[in-house]
């Protein structure tokens, strides 16, 4: 890092140096006027050189290559002797060397970045251009090689400045004295102009790869959060069981098979186990075995190389691939044709994958996690899952059952739910009466938690009071026949009286048993309520100073 001498210390560094310096209006300013000015009258020679310089500068080289490929064009071109970048670290304010072209070892010891240091203090401060004429040893006691005074040579210093930005500066050495330079000035000034334009464009590339891989981290920490175990809902013996196999199993790498209905909270389990285990940080990559047309199922999975079909423009790596580190997540499993069974089979015994197309395997490093709504034993029987790579699979089996048969979770599952969608609707909605309890405990849920969720999706729009209703549900639910409230046991009267029942015991809930209030909240009369609390036999004292 170099470190800057204020400009004052020029004058104290050598007030009569033996080469005089030259400071004049740097021509032209990096703008894009001047850009075109010199591209409209340039030598062939100049042209070709600026042409050849944007071809590097498209080219993906790092900075360093690039430059160094800059200054080898300046050497063919204007016979560049030696040449310097500075560049202006964004976060230190300090200027660096980001190379050195044509150096020696004396030029490095003697310390040429000391005069180096000074001239782009002043460049910049003063956005013009130093040179410096006849180069001979002695000039501020920093002279370039001992050996090699430079007589017919001048040091030309040029701003870097893109906007109102000090980007830092371009140094050459060339074989021109002060009043010859001037021809070459435009032609410098384009080629800062030129890499200016690029560091600013690598800057940005490499804020935002800074910003994504910081985003990136963000993210991982939110998915670790969201699929702790201690965030799923469930409190039935079932559900322990699979949280316990869940801690179990996710520290190992270990092949899990998880099995249960549609909506049961498969995938959810598969994402528990990935972010509880040491590959949190790797990628957890899933794949859906159902929905990818057979076609193109292996191709997705172990990828392909170029030219393996018609379409194979570009080689492209796999899931697995994609996966290597993590964990793989093959949903659907039961779907797979026989073909992939055969190639995932051999992907689990080698731990390699091959790409269509490809010539070599190549070894990965994936876990393995299955789900499937089928029956897979069924499947064997029928011929047409594999046995091998059943077994294979089904190393650790979770189950997760239906949400019919632990309905101690629906409740604690739709009041998760009311919630969650209550915040993301911006709605105050706290509780579900009681008639909407019987609705969801008694149903049936084909689509498990899933459809639990969609209904007090539906539920929370539809809601205008901070009660959830049983009106509020769907009429799935009021026609299941299972029940209890709406099960055809009940004639119509009594459905309604249960409901009045309902809407004036959450009433009486909220104001803590105040009839009056309670009237208030229902909009009706304190003699209507009075009537109904003796009628339908509610003991309204039981909800005094209750919240
Ligand atoms: N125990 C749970 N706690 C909280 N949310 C749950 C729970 N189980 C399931 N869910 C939620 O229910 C929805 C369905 O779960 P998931 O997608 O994991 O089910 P699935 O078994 O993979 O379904 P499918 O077989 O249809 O693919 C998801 O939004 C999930 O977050
Ligand atoms: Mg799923």
């Not at 309670?518 to 339908?536: M, P, S």
Request: hydrophobic share 35%; net charge negative; charged share 25%.
């Amino acid at each position: 890092m170099v470190k800057l001498v204020d400009t004052t210390d020029l004058k104290s560094v050598d007030p009569n140096p033996v080469v005089p310096v030259q400071v004049r209006p740097s021509a032209p300013t990096a703008d894009t006027g001047d850009l075109m000015t010199s591209l409209q009258n340039p030598t062939h020679n100049q042209f070709q050189l600026l042409h050849s310089i944007s071809s590097i500068l498209t080219s993906t080289l790092n900075l360093k290559d690039t430059l160094s490929n800059i200054f080898s064009l300046l050497e063919d071109h204007i016979e560049l002797k030696k040449g310097v970048l500075i560049l202006r670290d964004s976060y230190t304010d300090e200027y660096y060397i980001e190379i050195g072209y044509g150096l020696t070892e004396k030029d490095r010891r003697k310390s040429i970045f000391k005069l180096l240091e000074i001239l782009t203090t002043q460049v910049l401060d003063s956005n013009q251009v130093a040179i410096i004429d006849e180069l001979k040893s002695g000039i501020y006691d920093v002279p370039f090689d001992d050996d090699e005074e430079m007589p017919g040579h001048s040091l030309t210093c040029l701003p870097i400045i893109l906007g109102d930005e000090k980007i830092g500066t371009l140094s050459v050495v060339i074989p021109r004295t002060v009043d010859e330079i001037q021809d070459r000035l435009n032609l410098l000034s384009t080629v800062c102009l030129l890499i200016a334009q690029e560091i600013k464009l690598k800057k940005l590339l490499e804020m935002e790869k800074e910003a994504l891989r910081r985003e990136n981290v963000l993210l991982r920490d939110e998915l670790k959060e969201k699929y702790n175990i201690h965030n799923m809902i469930g409190n039935s013996n079932a559900m322990h069981q699979v949280y316990e196999s869940i801690i179990q199993v996710a520290n190992s790498n270990a092949t899990v098979l998880i099995r249960g209905e549609s909506g049961t909270g498969k995938e959810l389990v598969a994402h528990a186990i990935h972010y509880n285990s040491p590959r949190a940080s790797k990628p957890f990559i899933k794949i859906n075995c159902g929905a990818i047309p057979e076609t193109l199922i292996e191709s997705e999975l172990f990828g392909y190389e170029k030219g393996a079909f018609t379409d194979a423009q570009e080689s492209k790596m796999g899931k697995f691939e994609a996966a290597n580190g993590g964990t793989i997540f093959l949903d659907e499993i039961g779907e797979l044709t026989p073909q992939v069974q055969v190639k995932l089979l051999r992907v689990l015994q080698e731990k390699e994958v091959e790409r269509v197309g490809g010539l070599k395997p190549i070894k990965i490093n994936v876990r393995v996690v299955t789900a499937t709504h089928r029956d897979l034993e069924t499947e064997l029987e029928a011929k047409r899952f594999r046995e091998d790579l059943y077994y294979r699979l089904n190393v650790f089996p979770i189950f997760l059952p239906p949400l019919k048969e632990r309905k101690t979770d629906t409740l604690l599952l739709a009041e998760h739910f009311l919630d969650k969608f209550s915040k993301e609707n911006s709605k105050t909605i706290t509780r579900i009466s009681s008639l909407a309890i019987d609705l969801l405990t008694s149903y049936q849920w084909p689509g498990n938690v899933r459809e639990l969720e969609n209904c007090m999706e539906r539920a929370v729009l539809v809601c205008r009071t901070d009660t959830i209703q049983a009106t509020d549900l769907p009429a799935t639910l009021q026609r299941s026949d299972t029940s209890s409230t709406v099960s055809g046991d009940l004639s119509y009267d009594e459905l309604i009286s249960n409901f009045e029942r309902e809407l004036i015991i959450d009433a009486l809930k909220k104001t803590k048993g105040n009839k009056s209030r309670a009237a208030d909240l229902l909009k009706t009369t304190q003699r209507i309520i009075g009537y109904k609390i003796q009628n339908l036999n509610i003991d309204y004292g039981k909800y005094k100073g209750r919240v």
